[in-house]
Protein backbone atom coordinates (compact mmCIF):
# COMPACT_ATOMS: atom_id res chain seq x y z
CA UNK A 1 0.00 0.00 0.00
CA UNK A 2 1.39 3.33 -0.76
CA UNK A 3 1.99 6.06 1.61
CA UNK A 4 -0.96 8.12 0.14
CA UNK A 5 -3.27 4.95 -0.14
CA UNK A 6 -2.67 4.64 3.16
CA UNK A 7 -2.78 7.75 4.53
CA UNK A 8 -6.51 7.93 2.64
CA UNK A 9 -7.47 4.77 4.64
CA UNK A 10 -6.52 5.91 7.65
CA UNK A 11 -8.34 9.23 6.91
CA UNK A 12 -11.68 7.48 5.55
CA UNK A 13 -11.24 5.11 9.15
CA UNK A 14 -11.41 8.05 11.39
CA UNK A 15 -14.00 9.94 9.46
CA UNK A 16 -16.51 7.18 9.79
CA UNK A 17 -15.83 7.41 13.59
CA UNK A 18 -14.70 3.86 13.78
CA UNK A 19 -12.74 4.10 16.99
CA UNK A 20 -9.92 1.48 16.39
CA UNK A 21 -6.52 1.16 14.72
CA UNK A 22 -6.41 -0.67 11.53
CA UNK A 23 -4.92 -3.25 13.64
CA UNK A 24 -7.74 -3.48 16.00
CA UNK A 25 -9.96 -4.38 13.26
CA UNK A 26 -8.33 -8.08 13.22
CA UNK A 27 -7.66 -8.01 16.92
CA UNK A 28 -10.02 -5.96 19.10
CA UNK A 29 -13.56 -5.65 19.32
CA UNK A 30 -15.66 -3.22 16.57
CA UNK A 31 -18.23 -1.09 17.81
CA UNK A 32 -21.42 -1.98 16.73
CA UNK A 33 -22.63 1.16 15.28
CA UNK A 34 -19.30 1.99 13.39
CA UNK A 35 -18.43 -1.87 11.97
CA UNK A 36 -19.10 -2.56 8.14
CA UNK A 37 -21.20 -6.26 9.10
CA UNK A 38 -20.92 -7.44 5.44
CA UNK A 39 -17.23 -6.08 4.32
CA UNK A 40 -17.13 -7.67 0.40
CA UNK A 41 -14.11 -10.15 -0.88
CA UNK A 42 -11.39 -10.80 1.19
CA UNK A 43 -10.00 -9.05 4.42
CA UNK A 44 -6.78 -7.22 3.60
CA UNK A 45 -3.44 -7.35 5.71
CA UNK A 46 -0.61 -5.12 4.92
CA UNK A 47 2.18 -6.50 6.16
CA UNK A 48 5.86 -4.30 6.63
CA UNK A 49 8.26 -6.23 8.41
CA UNK A 50 10.00 -2.75 9.41
CA UNK A 51 6.50 -2.14 10.88
CA UNK A 52 6.43 -3.86 14.68
CA UNK A 53 5.07 -3.10 18.10
CA UNK A 54 7.71 -5.08 20.02
CA UNK A 55 9.83 -7.12 20.81
CA UNK A 56 8.23 -10.99 21.78
CA UNK A 57 9.59 -11.94 25.16
CA UNK A 58 9.25 -15.87 24.54
CA UNK A 59 8.22 -16.09 28.13
CA UNK A 60 4.77 -14.98 27.51
CA UNK A 61 4.22 -18.46 26.60
CA UNK A 62 5.72 -20.20 29.89
CA UNK A 63 3.03 -22.37 31.54
CA UNK A 64 2.34 -23.29 35.09
CA UNK A 65 2.67 -26.67 37.98
CA UNK A 66 0.74 -26.82 40.78
CA UNK A 67 0.75 -28.43 44.00
CA UNK A 68 -3.38 -29.48 42.59
CA UNK A 69 -4.54 -32.94 41.86
CA UNK A 70 -2.41 -35.00 39.67
CA UNK A 71 0.07 -32.43 38.36
CA UNK A 72 3.21 -33.26 40.44
CA UNK A 73 2.29 -36.27 41.65
CA UNK A 74 1.64 -38.60 38.54
CA UNK A 75 2.22 -35.67 36.17
CA UNK A 76 6.04 -35.10 36.00
CA UNK A 77 6.98 -37.00 39.81
CA UNK A 78 5.78 -40.89 39.85
CA UNK A 79 8.86 -42.67 41.26
CA UNK A 80 6.83 -45.53 40.98
CA UNK A 81 6.65 -45.90 37.31
CA UNK A 82 8.58 -47.77 34.58
CA UNK A 83 8.09 -44.64 32.61
CA UNK A 84 10.15 -42.92 35.23
CA UNK A 85 14.07 -42.00 35.64
CA UNK A 86 15.93 -42.31 38.69
CA UNK A 87 15.04 -38.66 40.23
CA UNK A 88 11.55 -40.41 39.79
CA UNK A 89 10.43 -37.58 36.91
CA UNK A 90 8.77 -38.91 34.21
CA UNK A 91 10.70 -39.43 31.21
CA UNK A 92 8.12 -38.99 28.69
CA UNK A 93 6.85 -36.02 30.00
CA UNK A 94 9.97 -34.11 30.24
CA UNK A 95 10.96 -35.62 27.00
CA UNK A 96 7.58 -33.69 25.67
CA UNK A 97 8.05 -30.38 27.61
CA UNK A 98 11.58 -30.45 26.41
CA UNK A 99 10.34 -30.42 22.65
CA UNK A 100 7.95 -27.88 23.22
CA UNK A 101 10.47 -25.39 24.50
CA UNK A 102 8.27 -23.99 27.20
CA UNK A 103 10.89 -20.74 28.89
CA UNK A 104 9.24 -20.17 31.97
CA UNK A 105 7.40 -22.33 34.55
CA UNK A 106 5.05 -21.09 37.66
CA UNK A 107 5.26 -23.12 40.62
CA UNK A 108 3.99 -24.28 43.50
CA UNK A 109 0.98 -22.65 43.27
CA UNK A 110 -1.73 -21.04 43.11
CA UNK A 111 -4.23 -21.26 45.65
CA UNK A 112 -1.99 -23.64 47.30
CA UNK A 113 0.69 -21.60 47.74
CA UNK A 114 -0.78 -19.92 50.20
CA UNK A 115 -1.20 -22.33 52.80
CA UNK A 116 2.65 -23.45 51.88
CA UNK A 117 4.94 -23.74 54.34
CA UNK A 118 8.19 -24.36 52.25
CA UNK A 119 10.47 -26.13 54.92
CA UNK A 120 8.44 -28.98 54.76
CA UNK A 121 9.20 -29.66 50.99
CA UNK A 122 13.26 -29.31 51.71
CA UNK A 123 15.63 -31.93 53.48
CA UNK A 124 15.67 -35.39 53.45
CA UNK A 125 13.07 -37.08 52.46
CA UNK A 126 11.88 -39.32 54.60
CA UNK A 127 11.60 -36.35 57.57
CA UNK A 128 9.22 -34.74 55.66
CA UNK A 129 5.62 -34.43 56.71
CA UNK A 130 2.76 -35.78 55.47
CA UNK A 131 0.38 -32.31 55.22
CA UNK A 132 -2.67 -31.59 54.76
CA UNK A 133 -3.66 -28.79 51.98
CA UNK A 134 -6.66 -26.87 52.97
CA UNK A 135 -6.64 -24.70 49.30
CA UNK A 136 -7.65 -28.11 47.58
CA UNK A 137 -8.75 -30.69 50.86
CA UNK A 138 -5.34 -32.99 49.65
CA UNK A 139 -2.56 -34.66 51.47
CA UNK A 140 0.31 -33.39 50.43
CA UNK A 141 3.68 -35.93 50.92
CA UNK A 142 6.08 -33.44 50.35
CA UNK A 143 8.28 -35.95 48.43
CA UNK A 144 8.63 -33.41 45.54
CA UNK A 145 9.57 -29.68 46.90
CA UNK A 146 11.79 -26.86 46.13
CA UNK A 147 14.78 -28.70 45.04
CA UNK A 148 13.60 -30.93 43.26
CA UNK A 149 10.88 -28.73 41.34
CA UNK A 150 14.51 -26.52 40.39
CA UNK A 151 16.46 -29.59 39.20
CA UNK A 152 13.52 -30.44 37.01
CA UNK A 153 12.91 -27.40 35.48
CA UNK A 154 17.28 -28.06 34.39
CA UNK A 155 16.36 -31.54 32.78
CA UNK A 156 13.14 -29.69 31.31
CA UNK A 157 15.13 -26.82 29.88
CA UNK A 158 13.45 -24.25 31.46
CA UNK A 159 13.49 -21.36 34.23
CA UNK A 160 10.84 -21.19 37.16
CA UNK A 161 8.95 -18.38 38.08
CA UNK A 162 8.63 -19.21 42.27
CA UNK A 163 5.61 -18.13 43.70
CA UNK A 164 5.90 -17.10 47.49
CA UNK A 165 3.33 -17.63 50.51
CA UNK A 166 2.31 -14.27 51.08
CA UNK A 167 -1.27 -16.09 52.99
CA UNK A 168 0.05 -17.58 55.70
CA UNK A 169 3.53 -17.38 55.44
CA UNK A 170 5.49 -13.84 56.36
CA UNK A 171 7.71 -11.96 54.17
CA UNK A 172 10.43 -12.60 56.63
CA UNK A 173 10.10 -16.36 55.22
CA UNK A 174 9.83 -15.16 51.75
CA UNK A 175 13.10 -13.78 52.26
CA UNK A 176 14.04 -17.18 54.03
CA UNK A 177 13.79 -18.99 50.65
CA UNK A 178 15.43 -16.19 48.61
CA UNK A 179 18.71 -16.84 50.39
CA UNK A 180 17.61 -20.43 50.42
CA UNK A 181 17.32 -20.71 46.49
CA UNK A 182 20.01 -17.73 45.83
CA UNK A 183 22.48 -17.25 47.96
CA UNK A 184 25.77 -19.37 47.61
CA UNK A 185 26.75 -19.78 51.28
CA UNK A 186 27.43 -18.24 54.77
CA UNK A 187 24.14 -17.95 56.21
CA UNK A 188 21.84 -20.03 57.74
CA UNK A 189 19.41 -20.64 54.90
CA UNK A 190 22.08 -21.17 52.17
CA UNK A 191 23.83 -23.51 54.32
CA UNK A 192 20.85 -25.24 54.87
CA UNK A 193 20.62 -25.97 51.23
CA UNK A 194 23.81 -26.72 50.97
CA UNK A 195 23.30 -29.43 54.28
CA UNK A 196 20.38 -30.57 52.11
CA UNK A 197 23.30 -31.52 49.28
CA UNK A 198 22.46 -28.92 46.75
CA UNK A 199 25.90 -27.16 46.52
CA UNK A 200 25.28 -24.60 43.97
CA UNK A 201 22.51 -21.94 44.19
CA UNK A 202 19.87 -22.00 41.87
CA UNK A 203 19.94 -18.19 41.42
CA UNK A 204 16.47 -17.53 40.70
CA UNK A 205 15.13 -14.93 39.16
CA UNK A 206 11.63 -14.11 38.69
CA UNK A 207 9.24 -14.55 41.44
CA UNK A 208 5.49 -14.15 42.55
CA UNK A 209 4.04 -12.23 45.66
CA UNK A 210 1.54 -14.36 46.77
CA UNK A 211 -1.65 -15.55 44.59
CA UNK A 212 -4.56 -14.40 44.09
CA UNK A 213 -4.72 -12.60 47.59
CA UNK A 214 -8.40 -10.34 46.37
CA UNK A 215 -9.96 -13.60 46.48
CA UNK A 216 -12.05 -14.45 49.18
CA UNK A 217 -11.29 -18.42 48.59
CA UNK A 218 -7.40 -17.75 49.01
CA UNK A 219 -6.04 -18.51 52.49
CA UNK A 220 -4.67 -15.20 54.06
CA UNK A 221 -7.55 -13.15 52.05
CA UNK A 222 -6.80 -9.35 53.02
CA UNK A 223 -8.14 -5.90 52.17
CA UNK A 224 -6.00 -4.52 48.98
CA UNK A 225 -4.09 -2.07 51.08
CA UNK A 226 -3.12 -4.82 53.81
CA UNK A 227 -1.67 -6.96 50.76
CA UNK A 228 -0.32 -4.10 49.14
CA UNK A 229 2.05 -3.42 52.34
CA UNK A 230 2.99 -6.91 52.72
CA UNK A 231 3.83 -7.24 49.09
CA UNK A 232 6.11 -3.94 49.66
CA UNK A 233 7.99 -6.02 52.63
CA UNK A 234 8.47 -9.22 51.21
CA UNK A 235 9.89 -6.96 47.99
CA UNK A 236 12.26 -5.18 50.93
CA UNK A 237 13.39 -8.19 52.11
CA UNK A 238 13.61 -10.25 49.35
CA UNK A 239 15.75 -7.80 47.69
CA UNK A 240 18.07 -6.99 50.78
CA UNK A 241 18.49 -10.68 49.93
CA UNK A 242 19.40 -10.58 46.10
CA UNK A 243 19.45 -7.38 44.52
CA UNK A 244 18.73 -8.92 41.26
CA UNK A 245 15.40 -10.29 41.69
CA UNK A 246 12.23 -9.86 39.26
CA UNK A 247 9.05 -8.95 41.44
CA UNK A 248 5.62 -9.61 40.51
CA UNK A 249 2.39 -8.13 42.88
CA UNK A 250 -0.32 -9.96 42.56
CA UNK A 251 -3.38 -8.10 41.03
CA UNK A 252 -7.14 -8.81 40.43
CA UNK A 253 -7.65 -12.54 40.09
CA UNK A 254 -10.18 -11.59 37.06
CA UNK A 255 -12.11 -8.82 35.85
CA UNK A 256 -15.26 -10.42 37.05
CA UNK A 257 -14.04 -9.47 40.91
CA UNK A 258 -16.22 -6.59 42.44
CA UNK A 259 -12.74 -5.18 43.54
CA UNK A 260 -11.45 -5.36 39.56
CA UNK A 261 -8.98 -2.55 39.06
CA UNK A 262 -9.65 -1.06 42.32
CA UNK A 263 -7.41 -3.44 43.60
CA UNK A 264 -4.66 -3.25 41.61
CA UNK A 265 -4.53 0.68 42.02
CA UNK A 266 -4.71 0.11 45.62
CA UNK A 267 -1.83 -2.32 45.90
CA UNK A 268 0.07 -0.64 43.62
CA UNK A 269 -0.08 2.60 45.61
CA UNK A 270 1.43 1.09 48.56
CA UNK A 271 4.02 -1.54 46.59
CA UNK A 272 4.70 0.25 43.16
CA UNK A 273 8.66 1.16 44.14
CA UNK A 274 9.42 -2.67 45.27
CA UNK A 275 7.89 -4.60 42.26
CA UNK A 276 8.48 -4.85 38.43
CA UNK A 277 5.35 -6.24 37.17
CA UNK A 278 1.41 -6.99 38.16
CA UNK A 279 -0.24 -10.36 37.66
CA UNK A 280 -3.43 -10.76 35.53
CA UNK A 281 -5.75 -14.16 35.56
CA UNK A 282 -8.19 -15.44 33.47
CA UNK A 283 -10.35 -18.49 33.03
CA UNK A 284 -12.77 -18.37 30.10
CA UNK A 285 -16.15 -20.33 30.18
CA UNK A 286 -18.63 -20.87 27.06
CA UNK A 287 -21.66 -20.16 28.68
CA UNK A 288 -24.66 -22.62 28.06
CA UNK A 289 -22.24 -25.37 27.07
CA UNK A 290 -24.70 -28.01 28.45
CA UNK A 291 -27.01 -27.18 25.61
CA UNK A 292 -23.80 -26.44 23.40
CA UNK A 293 -23.00 -23.18 24.20
CA UNK A 294 -22.23 -20.48 22.07
CA UNK A 295 -19.49 -21.10 20.07
CA UNK A 296 -19.11 -17.49 17.99
CA UNK A 297 -19.42 -15.87 21.26
CA UNK A 298 -16.47 -18.12 22.85
CA UNK A 299 -14.40 -17.75 20.45
CA UNK A 300 -14.20 -14.12 20.78
CA UNK A 301 -13.18 -14.30 24.03
CA UNK A 302 -9.75 -13.48 23.76
CA UNK A 303 -10.58 -10.10 22.68
CA UNK A 304 -11.96 -9.30 26.48
CA UNK A 305 -8.74 -10.94 27.36
CA UNK A 306 -7.11 -7.90 25.69
CA UNK A 307 -9.25 -5.48 27.09
CA UNK A 308 -8.04 -6.77 30.57
CA UNK A 309 -4.38 -6.29 29.75
CA UNK A 310 -5.54 -2.35 28.39
CA UNK A 311 -7.45 -1.88 31.41
CA UNK A 312 -4.52 -3.17 34.13
CA UNK A 313 -2.31 -1.61 32.00
CA UNK A 314 -3.66 1.69 32.19
CA UNK A 315 -4.02 1.17 35.97
CA UNK A 316 -0.36 0.47 36.19
CA UNK A 317 0.07 4.08 34.51
CA UNK A 318 -1.94 5.78 36.49
CA UNK A 319 -0.42 4.73 39.43
CA UNK A 320 3.09 5.63 37.71
CA UNK A 321 1.68 9.39 37.09
CA UNK A 322 0.58 10.20 40.52
CA UNK A 323 3.57 8.92 42.07
CA UNK A 324 5.75 10.78 39.41
CA UNK A 325 8.03 7.45 39.37
CA UNK A 326 10.42 7.04 35.82
CA UNK A 327 9.34 3.06 36.18
CA UNK A 328 6.99 1.54 33.59
CA UNK A 329 4.97 -1.98 35.41
CA UNK A 330 4.91 -4.70 32.74
CA UNK A 331 2.44 -7.26 32.46
CA UNK A 332 2.74 -11.09 34.20
CA UNK A 333 -0.47 -13.06 32.66
CA UNK A 334 0.86 -15.95 34.95
CA UNK A 335 -2.57 -17.89 34.49
CA UNK A 336 -4.96 -18.37 31.33
CA UNK A 337 -6.83 -20.93 29.87
CA UNK A 338 -10.20 -22.41 28.73
CA UNK A 339 -12.19 -24.00 31.90
CA UNK A 340 -15.28 -24.16 32.87
CA UNK A 341 -16.48 -28.19 33.22
CA UNK A 342 -14.25 -29.43 36.02
CA UNK A 343 -14.70 -26.27 38.22
CA UNK A 344 -17.24 -27.30 41.26
CA UNK A 345 -18.06 -30.29 43.54
CA UNK A 346 -15.45 -33.23 43.53
CA UNK A 347 -13.37 -32.21 40.64
CA UNK A 348 -12.10 -29.44 43.29
CA UNK A 349 -11.77 -31.50 46.75
CA UNK A 350 -9.22 -33.72 46.89
CA UNK A 351 -11.05 -35.30 49.75
CA UNK A 352 -8.09 -36.02 51.85
CA UNK A 353 -6.53 -37.67 49.02
CA UNK A 354 -2.85 -37.93 47.47
CA UNK A 355 -2.69 -37.22 44.21
CA UNK A 356 -6.61 -36.79 43.44
CA UNK A 357 -8.25 -36.63 40.05
CA UNK A 358 -9.17 -32.69 39.82
CA UNK A 359 -9.97 -30.16 37.24
CA UNK A 360 -9.01 -32.78 34.82
CA UNK A 361 -10.76 -30.70 32.36
CA UNK A 362 -10.75 -32.71 28.26
CA UNK A 363 -10.42 -30.07 25.89
CA UNK A 364 -12.17 -29.88 22.60
CA UNK A 365 -11.56 -28.37 19.51
CA UNK A 366 -13.47 -25.01 20.08
CA UNK A 367 -11.30 -25.17 23.30
CA UNK A 368 -8.14 -24.81 21.12
CA UNK A 369 -9.62 -22.15 19.08
CA UNK A 370 -9.81 -20.02 21.56
CA UNK A 371 -6.38 -20.79 23.09
CA UNK A 372 -5.02 -19.40 19.40
CA UNK A 373 -6.90 -16.86 19.80
CA UNK A 374 -5.36 -16.11 23.27
CA UNK A 375 -2.05 -16.53 21.94
CA UNK A 376 -2.98 -13.70 19.26
CA UNK A 377 -3.88 -11.89 21.77
CA UNK A 378 -0.61 -12.27 24.04
CA UNK A 379 1.38 -11.43 20.82
CA UNK A 380 -0.74 -8.30 20.40
CA UNK A 381 -0.07 -7.63 23.85
CA UNK A 382 3.84 -7.71 23.69
CA UNK A 383 4.71 -4.61 24.45
CA UNK A 384 3.28 -4.76 27.56
CA UNK A 385 3.16 -8.52 28.96
CA UNK A 386 6.51 -10.24 29.55
CA UNK A 387 5.02 -13.46 31.19
CA UNK A 388 2.17 -15.40 30.96
CA UNK A 389 1.62 -18.82 32.16
CA UNK A 390 -0.59 -21.05 30.47
CA UNK A 391 -2.89 -22.41 33.26
CA UNK A 392 -1.70 -25.68 33.45
CA UNK A 393 0.90 -28.01 31.91
CA UNK A 394 0.12 -31.49 33.28
CA UNK A 395 -3.23 -33.49 34.04
CA UNK A 396 -4.98 -29.98 35.57
CA UNK A 397 -6.75 -27.81 33.28
CA UNK A 398 -3.53 -28.79 30.99
CA UNK A 399 -2.42 -29.67 27.55
CA UNK A 400 -0.69 -32.87 28.71
CA UNK A 401 -2.61 -35.91 30.41
CA UNK A 402 -1.04 -38.41 31.58
CA UNK A 403 -2.20 -42.50 32.44
CA UNK A 404 0.54 -45.15 34.07
CA UNK A 405 1.00 -46.33 30.09
CA UNK A 406 1.37 -42.55 28.75
CA UNK A 407 0.54 -39.84 28.22
CA UNK A 408 -1.86 -37.57 25.50
CA UNK A 409 -1.52 -34.77 23.76
CA UNK A 410 -5.05 -32.63 24.57
CA UNK A 411 -6.54 -30.61 21.82
CA UNK A 412 -4.67 -27.02 23.20
CA UNK A 413 -1.56 -28.22 23.11
CA UNK A 414 -1.18 -27.60 19.22
CA UNK A 415 -1.81 -23.86 19.17
CA UNK A 416 0.49 -23.46 22.42
CA UNK A 417 3.16 -25.75 20.64
CA UNK A 418 2.77 -23.60 17.05
CA UNK A 419 3.14 -20.33 19.07
CA UNK A 420 6.71 -22.07 21.22
CA UNK A 421 7.78 -22.73 17.73
CA UNK A 422 7.07 -20.37 15.24
CA UNK A 423 6.52 -16.90 16.87
CA UNK A 424 9.85 -14.99 17.61
CA UNK A 425 11.42 -11.90 16.79
CA UNK A 426 9.63 -8.94 17.12
CA UNK A 427 5.65 -8.72 16.66
CA UNK A 428 4.62 -7.61 13.94
CA UNK A 429 2.37 -4.04 13.45
CA UNK A 430 -0.47 -5.16 11.22
CA UNK A 431 -2.63 -3.07 9.29
CA UNK A 432 -6.31 -4.45 7.97
CA UNK A 433 -9.15 -3.37 6.20
CA UNK A 434 -12.17 -4.81 4.37
CA UNK A 435 -12.50 -7.28 7.56
CA UNK A 436 -15.83 -8.83 8.40
CA UNK A 437 -17.29 -8.91 11.34
CA UNK A 438 -20.20 -10.57 13.28
CA UNK A 439 -22.24 -9.96 15.77
CA UNK A 440 -21.29 -11.04 19.55
CA UNK A 441 -23.53 -8.92 21.74
CA UNK A 442 -26.23 -6.35 21.64
CA UNK A 443 -23.78 -3.72 21.07
CA UNK A 444 -20.49 -5.73 19.90
CA UNK A 445 -18.94 -7.13 17.14
CA UNK A 446 -16.34 -9.07 16.84
CA UNK A 447 -14.53 -9.96 13.36
CA UNK A 448 -14.32 -13.77 11.34
CA UNK A 449 -10.37 -13.12 11.29
CA UNK A 450 -7.88 -12.28 13.69
CA UNK A 451 -4.56 -12.46 12.75
CA UNK A 452 -1.16 -11.77 14.53
CA UNK A 453 2.14 -11.51 13.42
CA UNK A 454 6.24 -11.60 14.01
CA UNK A 455 9.22 -11.22 11.87
CA UNK A 456 12.06 -13.33 12.87
CA UNK A 457 15.73 -10.65 13.75
CA UNK A 458 18.04 -11.16 11.22
CA UNK A 459 16.95 -13.87 9.12
CA UNK A 460 13.56 -11.92 8.39
CA UNK A 461 11.23 -15.28 9.16
CA UNK A 462 7.79 -14.22 8.73
CA UNK A 463 5.08 -16.56 10.91
CA UNK A 464 0.89 -15.50 10.71
CA UNK A 465 -1.29 -17.06 12.78
CA UNK A 466 -4.88 -16.77 11.79
CA UNK A 467 -8.17 -17.99 13.58
CA UNK A 468 -11.37 -17.82 11.70
CA UNK A 469 -14.44 -17.54 13.99
CA UNK A 470 -16.47 -17.98 11.06
CA UNK A 471 -18.43 -21.56 12.33
CA UNK A 472 -19.64 -21.43 8.67
CA UNK A 473 -17.37 -20.52 6.03
CA UNK A 474 -13.96 -20.35 4.72
CA UNK A 475 -12.40 -17.10 5.42
CA UNK A 476 -10.05 -15.75 2.59
CA UNK A 477 -6.81 -13.20 3.53
CA UNK A 478 -5.09 -11.10 1.03
CA UNK A 479 -1.64 -10.34 2.42
CA UNK A 480 0.11 -7.23 0.82
CA UNK A 481 3.40 -7.16 1.45
CA UNK A 482 4.61 -3.49 1.88
CA UNK A 483 8.44 -3.77 1.16
CA UNK A 484 10.29 -7.15 0.57
CA UNK A 485 7.89 -9.77 0.44
CA UNK A 486 9.09 -13.30 2.31
CA UNK A 487 8.67 -15.81 -0.61
CA UNK A 488 8.96 -19.38 0.69
CA UNK A 489 6.59 -20.56 2.10
CA UNK A 490 7.77 -22.95 5.10
CA UNK A 491 5.48 -23.72 7.10
CA UNK A 492 1.32 -24.44 6.47
CA UNK A 493 -0.41 -25.67 9.15
CA UNK A 494 -4.41 -26.13 10.37
CA UNK A 495 -6.40 -27.69 13.08
CA UNK A 496 -9.75 -27.45 12.14
CA UNK A 497 -12.27 -29.82 11.92
CA UNK A 498 -16.40 -30.93 11.45
CA UNK A 499 -17.14 -31.39 14.89
CA UNK A 500 -16.24 -28.07 17.10
CA UNK A 501 -16.52 -30.59 20.18
CA UNK A 502 -14.41 -33.53 19.48
CA UNK A 503 -11.61 -34.52 21.80
CA UNK A 504 -8.50 -36.30 22.24
CA UNK A 505 -8.31 -39.44 24.85
CA UNK A 506 -6.58 -41.99 25.61
CA UNK A 507 -8.65 -44.19 23.59
CA UNK A 508 -8.95 -41.85 20.75
CA UNK A 509 -5.36 -39.65 21.06
CA UNK A 510 -4.97 -38.17 17.70
CA UNK A 511 -9.15 -37.41 17.01
CA UNK A 512 -7.72 -33.74 16.52
CA UNK A 513 -4.84 -32.96 14.75
CA UNK A 514 -3.22 -30.29 12.89
CA UNK A 515 -2.82 -31.11 9.09
CA UNK A 516 -1.32 -29.28 6.03
CA UNK A 517 -2.97 -26.50 5.51
CA UNK A 518 -4.07 -25.05 2.15
CA UNK A 519 -1.02 -23.57 0.32
CA UNK A 520 -1.46 -19.74 0.16
CA UNK A 521 -0.85 -18.57 -3.51
CA UNK A 522 1.74 -15.48 -3.92
CA UNK A 523 1.11 -13.57 -7.31
CA UNK A 524 2.38 -10.14 -7.85
CA UNK A 525 3.86 -8.92 -4.42
CA UNK A 526 0.04 -10.33 -2.71
CA UNK A 527 0.04 -13.80 -0.80
CA UNK A 528 -3.67 -14.81 -1.03
CA UNK A 529 -4.49 -17.23 1.82
CA UNK A 530 -8.01 -19.12 2.57
CA UNK A 531 -8.55 -20.87 5.72
CA UNK A 532 -11.27 -22.61 6.66
CA UNK A 533 -14.42 -22.46 8.65
CA UNK A 534 -13.69 -23.12 12.98
CA UNK A 535 -9.57 -23.06 12.38
CA UNK A 536 -6.70 -21.90 13.39
CA UNK A 537 -3.36 -22.09 11.30
CA UNK A 538 0.52 -20.81 11.25
CA UNK A 539 2.35 -19.72 8.16
CA UNK A 540 5.58 -18.98 7.93
CA UNK A 541 7.64 -17.68 5.12
CA UNK A 542 11.52 -17.83 4.99
CA UNK A 543 12.90 -14.09 3.61
O1 LIG B 1 -5.16 -22.91 38.30
C1 LIG B 1 -6.14 -23.31 39.21
C2 LIG B 1 -6.42 -22.25 40.27
O2 LIG B 1 -7.04 -21.15 39.66
C3 LIG B 1 -5.21 -21.66 40.95
O3 LIG B 1 -4.81 -22.43 42.04
C4 LIG B 1 -5.71 -20.33 41.40
O4 LIG B 1 -4.70 -19.38 41.47
C5 LIG B 1 -6.78 -19.97 40.39
O5 LIG B 1 -7.94 -19.54 40.99
Known amino acids: MSQRSRRRFLHDVAKAGVAVSANQLFGGLVRAQTATAQASGPARLYLDTRRTRATLDRNVFGSFLEHLGRAIYEGIYDPGSALSDSNGYRKDVLEEIRKLKVPIVRYPGGNFVSGYNWLDGVGPKRDRPRVLDKAWNALNSNQFGTNEFLAWCNAAGTQPLLAVNLGTGTPEEAAALVEYCNVEKGARWSDLRRKHGVTEAHRVQHWCLGNEMDGPWQIGHMPAVEYGLKAADAGRQMRYVDRGLTLVACGSSGPGMSTYLEWDRTVLEQCYPYVDAI ?101 R ?27 VRQTILYPYSWALRYAGGEVLDLMAENAAVYEISATEKAPYLDVAGTVGGADGVVS ?62 RTMIEVPPRSYSVFQWQS
Open 464 to 525: LFVLNRDLAKARQLEVNWEGKAATKLSTSLVLTGADLKAVNDFGAPNRVMPKDAERPVMSGG
Open 279 to 379: SLHRYFTNEGAETGGDSGKFLALNLSMERQIAEVASVCDFVRGRLKSPKKLWLSFDEWNVWYRQRGGAAVDGNRQEAPHLLEEVYNLEDALLVGGCINTLL
Open 381 to 407: SADRVRIGCLAQLVNVIAPLMTNANGL
